[in-house]
């Protein structure tokens, strides 16, 4: 993982001029990213089988230079099973999140450089459905603030590369009790061309 870095850095540096970046008013920006994971614990008891998929989209617009704004969304499937045993029947949980909200992003440098920062913060509104086997619907609504920060690399005019580092607080609405916690990440954005 050290050489990328380090090849990113020195391509930075050696080829300032190689991308302009497409950060200036008129421009779209999309992006997002799926998951989905399978686990299967056949040594426990009860044995457990999960699966989860996740889709999170995002699309905004630059309303002026280096500055946009629009919306994301997460939306997430979680499918749990245990099998049956001496002590209870099989039993299932079917959970689905949809969460979505606006955000604003600004970069600190000008377009022409290939290698640029941006500061973003984001809030979020999610609609939890739970259920399980033999047992009513539970329904649970919650929000999000987000501010995030990081590098992005831009390999052509359109395509970006970015490591994030940010801060988030999540509670349940209608209580005081809330999280706190830290999150990283690595993502793709796609600039799309404006028409003239």
Known sequence: MKPLFSAIFILCISNSNIAKAQITKGFWMTGGDANFITTN???TSPQTTQSNLEIAPTIGYFFF??????LKAD????HAARASTILGPRETINESFYLFGPYVRYYFLNEEKVLNFFAEANYGYELGVSKNYGMSRNITK????TFMAGPVFFFTQSVALE??????Y????????????????????????RDD
């Open 142 to 145: 919650t929000q999000q603030f």
């Open 163 to 168: 490591f994030t580092v940010g801060y988030y």
């Open 75 to 78: 939306i997430t499937f979680n």
């Open 65 to 70: 230079d280096k500055f946009s704004s629009g």
């Open 170 to 193: 999540y509670n349940e609405i209608g209580s005081n009790a809330g999280s706190t916690g830290f999150q990283m990440g690595l993502g793709f954005m796609i600039h799309l061309e």
């Open 41 to 43: 614990s056949p040594h």
